[in-house]
């Protein structure tokens, strides 16, 4: 009696721990570590586990949770676009178009006609009605890329768009209501712009609702191995080849450059030399001659600075504030450089 009291109670158990697994109340049982990675479908193209790229992470994740609109700032070639896509990939409008305009791409005479469409016969050449992407992306996301050029004029009709959720084409009579969610993306200072008058400050606001702000290459070196990895397999399924890695001492020179083109540049040089790779192991030697002599010019430049630096702790003693003085650099400059070139281990070895 006793045992099967207790198999009966084993059952509701298990029975118990089924409906909860099938109900939606699973996500609350989950760590929210595990919730996390649940969320962040499709972000396995976004490289890189410095702390940087960490935080970018996270803030994609909260600006995919809330339907609003998002500013996204950083250098040409920093993936700012890829960033958007994943934002609408991990949203609630996932499953509509996601419409990309590059603001730059489009001649400032075109743009309105582009944007809100146009009726037929509204001026020379309108042989057809034109919806117009702000209205093809009915129910998903828009990504409007460098919106720093575009023009006060189009800048207005944008800000309205937004405040009225509605839009007019070219030569219509009437407003049609519209859902999306504005995604923006600058290279551009645009509090800067905002004070010299070439950017509305209204329409500043409203986008900068969520910024992410993605770091340059250079700010994250950390991660220059994995993407070279990464585009060494991206770039072996394409091409068929069976590259393995890059040697050490080409990891080391290529940790020199600054990569002022960023992310966008390393897979530009790569895929350019990628078909004259003949062994399995890439030296700085495989890469074209015009990108391997700045790579030498960064490696003089980084072994001159630490000698400079090297010898400027020496004369003063270790003495921070009197060697920012001595290279013109400020303090928070010369703990960098330290960090960056290991010379605390140095110090520690003069002091035994």
């Not at 009291?5 to 059952?11: A, C, P, R, V």
């Not at 994609?60 to 949770?65: G, H, K, P, Y």
């Amino acid at each position: 009696m006793i045992i099967s009291n207790i198999l009966l109670k084993k059952e509701e158990v298990f029975k118990s721990i089924k409906r909860c697994l099938s109900s939606n109340t699973t996500k609350r049982l989950l760590p929210f570590w595990k919730m996390d990675n649940q969320k962040s479908v499709g972000t396995q193209d976004l490289i890189g586990a410095s702390a940087a790229m960490q935080s970018v992470r996270m803030h994609i994740n909260q600006a995919s949770e809330i339907d609003t609109n998002v500013l996204i700032t950083g250098e040409t070639g920093t993936g700012k676009e890829l960033v958007a896509n994943l934002i609408h990939k991990n949203s609630s409008r996932a499953k509509n178009h996601f419409v990309c305009i590059n603001c730059t791409a489009i001649p400032d005479h075109l743009l309105e006609s582009e944007l809100f469409g146009h009726e037929k016969g509204s001026f020379t050449g309108a042989d057809a009605l034109n919806p117009g992407k702000l209205q093809s992306a009915e129910g998903g996301t828009v990504f409007l890329d460098e919106i720093g050029d575009m023009s006060l004029y189009h800048q207005a009709k944008i800000l309205r768009t937004i405040e009225n959720k509605e839009i007019q084409r070219v030569g219509g009579k009437y407003s049609i209501p519209l859902n999306i969610k504005i995604i923006a993306a600058t290279n551009q200072d645009l509090e800067q712009m905002v004070v010299e008058g070439k950017f509305r400050k209204d329409l500043y606001y409203r986008l900068n609702v969520a910024n992410i702000n993605i770091p340059s290459l250079r700010e994250r070196k950390e991660d220059i191995p994995d993407l070279l990895q990464y585009f060494i397999g991206k770039l072996n399924s394409k091409y068929q080849k069976e590259i393995v890695v890059f040697t050490a001492d080409a990891v080391k020179d290529l940790l020199c450059y600054n990569w002022p083109g960023n992310v966008c540049e390393m897979k530009n040089i790569l895929e350019s030399s990628y078909m004259n790779f003949q062994t399995k192991w890439i030296t700085l030697m495989d890469l074209p001659e015009n990108f391997r002599t700045k790579v030498i010019q960064s490696r003089i430049l980084n072994y001159s600075e630490k000698n400079q630096l090297l010898n400027a702790l020496v004369e003063t003693n270790w003495n921070k504030s009197k060697v920012a003085k001595q290279l013109n650099w400020s303090r928070m400059t010369v703990y960098r450089k330290i960090r960056k070139y290991h010379l605390n281990i140095c110090k520690a070895s003069m002091d035994l």
